[in-house]
């Protein structure tokens, strides 16, 4: 028993270590990686780049820009700041320039890969659509979907059987697949309008569900054969084209369009939910999609029918591949840790160093610990559980095995 | 033999496993005052907003609890045994002395457990009242980790007060003491539900820990 309390606690002791270690590691030789920001010029109809660490402004064709030149480039961006000095144009592209019109067109929608895989509440509040008043109120109910629609009054903690009744039997008169896979929508009272929530049922069919006047209202969303949607954001912009992202299992961006309800593919590829950060800017012109992951950045310049115009795309060293990276992989053989910048669940995420330079240090490590033995003059045969621990975890298993010594035999 | 055993390390936890299990409840209560504070100046919508989507985690000030409880006991428990090194007298028992020890261990993580379960079903008992099945369970799945760490924290000062050498006591302090801050994290609530069997499993390997440092105290590890 003593024995395996023992190799309980070398494990205890590996583990933390996977943990610390290389946390202390990037804490002490971390070198921040600033990434471009990309933006499509709507006036010299070419990609602008501001490389934040070295300060500078340049074009795809490496022409360089102050930052007033930059600003006139990407005048919807800038938009306040031109203003200001007077350098907005009066027209772009045969387009009069409205401030109204801009701001309308304007929006921004941002999505981390670690908001996708991240715990969500099971209520959300149904706010009322169309209660005549100027700004939202927040009900005094929520609602969950379990095998129906319940809601739930949160100052008495009990369920409001008539209007649960109502909403459920709503649902499946238009034939909703109870439970649910995912409920999106904006619950906050902080929205232009309130537009309910995008519901993915049981067997992935969409319906859009909000309340008007007291009663439910419930549209079922046409979806081609085939297609499954992974994960849904609803937007609140300006110009009420389109209700929401929506992101298929094929990696694919729809956007489900206001009042009409058709979905329309955008001709973006590259985006993976699970490792990539996406954001979109949309203006008078363009949208600029996106994709930033670890060692590159993807920019989609598209049309307002959705059209590409342009692409740009620019590639890294990622941090493995950096000199304080391959001294790490001689050091370590893997780390360990709890959370990720790509979810927000804890987990034990396990990252195995890639190569092998961490094997010398693991032989050297293990040649110490034979020395050792040897020393001490004890039966090596009976230590050879601790010697295949140390050539397989290395530092954190020769730390481990000297902080709890094996003298069973002695 | 067995009940003089236990009796004796009633004795020696009663009062530390009565005072905690006290305050914990009273700790419990204090809470749900809070937030019978909250409902009736926020109101209970606003109440449930601020857990739902702005991140409040309303049962925040019991955290470090269990810790306490785990380190309180275990200290209590083993501490009188080092004094003198009295814990040889037990090992002189006819018994086995794994068995002892175990028997010893057991009785103290048992009640442990037992503080732990009353201050969990009150805490249970009163959310309740305030909140659908829903957030309760993302509540528990939240604090699950936090009694988890109380345990860890009973059998780790159980190793360490064992310890005869100094310098060993202090590198399973080192451990020890990053181990339990896995258990400890600040995230969002319910985004322990993936690592909770994990822990669970770790906890459960610690249960046997102090078997090591008991095994070269009696060896007389210098």
Request: one cysteine or more; charged letters at 20%; hydrophobic letters at 45%.
């Amino acid at each position: 028993m003593e024995k395996i309390s023992r190799y309980f606690l070398v494990f205890i002791a590996i583990l933390t270590l996977a943990i610390v270690l290389p946390k202390l590691y990037w804490m002490a030789f971390e070198k921040p990686i600033r990434k471009p920001f990309v933006l499509f010029s709507c006036m010299n109809n070419d990609f602008m780049i501001h490389r934040i660490a070295e300060g500078n402004r340049v074009d795809t064709k490496g022409n360089k820009y102050t930052l007033e030149e930059y600003e006139q480039k990407l005048p919807m961006m800038f938009v306040q700041q031109l203003l200001v000095s007077g350098l907005l144009p009066d027209t772009i592209k045969g387009i009069g320039l409205d401030m109204h019109d801009i701001s309308k067109a304007k929006s921004f929608f941002r999505l981390k890969a670690n908001e996708i895989d991240a715990p969500v509440p099971d209520l959300y509040p149904m706010f009322e659509s169309k209660s005549g008043r100027a700004s939202l109120e927040m009900p005094d109910d929520f609602f969950r979907i379990t095998w129906r629609i319940d809601f739930i009054d949160a100052s008495t903690n009990k369920v409001l059987e008539d209007k649960s009744q109502m909403f459920s039997g709503a649902l499946f008169h238009k034939g909703f697949a109870f439970p649910v896979k995912q409920i999106a929508g904006l619950p906050t009272t902080r929205k232009s309008c309130d537009e309910g929530y995008l519901i993915l049922d049981s067997k992935d069919q969409l319906f859009h569900v909000k309340m008007i006047k007291g009663k439910p209202f419930v549209m079922k969303v046409n979806i081609p054969e085939g297609l499954k949607f992974t994960h849904i954001n609803c937007v609140d912009f300006k110009n009420k084209s389109y209700y929401a992202y929506l992101f298929s299992e094929k990696n694919e961006i729809y956007i489900l369009t206001q009042d009409d309800y058709q979905l329309v593919k955008w001709p973006i590829e590259g985006y993976n939910p699970k490792n990539c950060d996406l954001k979109i800017y949309g203006d008078l012109f363009n949208y600029n999609v996106i994709i930033e992951a670890e060692d590159h950045i993807k920019v989609f310049a598209l049309d307002t029918e959705y059209k590409i115009v342009d692409t740009y795309s620019e590639s890294w060293p990622v941090k493995a591949e950096r000199t304080e990276g391959k001294v790490f992989a001689s050091i370590f053989p893997a780390q360990l840790s709890m959370t990720s910048d790509k979810s927000k669940f804890i987990r034990f995420y396990l990252a195995l160093t890639i190569g092998f330079s961490w094997v010398f240090l693991n032989l050297l490590l293990l040649a110490i610990h034979f020395i050792f033995l040897y020393r001490r003059k004890v039966n090596l045969k009976k230590h050879i559980a601790d010697l295949c621990i140390i050539a397989i975890t290395g530092i954190f298993g020769f730390i481990a095995i000297h902080f709890f010594q094996n003298k069973f035999f002695e | 033999m067995w009940k003089s055993i236990i009796y004796k390390e009633w004795l020696k936890i009663r009062w530390f496993l009565i005072g905690f299990t006290a305050l914990g409840i009273l700790g419990v209560g204090y809470l749900f005052l809070t937030v019978q504070h909250g409902f009736t100046f926020s109101g209970g919508k606003n109440y449930w907003y601020s857990i739902l989507f702005m991140g409040y985690q309303f049962f925040n000030p019991i955290k470090y609890a269990p810790l306490a409880g785990g380190l309180a006991i275990a200290v209590a428990q083993y501490f009188p045994e080092t004094v003198n090194k009295r814990i040889k007298l037990t090992f002189h028992l006819p018994l086995g002395e794994n068995k002892v020890l175990l028997m010893m261990h057991a009785f103290g993580a048992g009640s442990l457990l037992f503080s732990y379960l009353l201050i969990f079903g009150v805490f249970a008992g009163f959310s309740i009242f305030y909140f659908p099945v829903q957030m309760i369970t993302d509540s528990i799945i939240s604090i699950v980790p936090w009694f988890l760490a109380g345990f860890v924290a009973y059998f780790l000062v159980a190793l360490v007060v064992l310890e005869p050498v100094w310098k060993f006591r202090f590198y399973y302090l080192l451990v020890g003491g990053f181990f339990v801050t896995i258990y400890l994290q600040s995230p969002d609530t319910a985004a322990f539900g993936p690592a909770n069997t994990g822990l669970f499993i770790l906890t459960a390997t610690l249960s046997i820990a102090l078997l090591f440092s008991a095994y070269r105290f009696r060896k007389g590890e210098m």
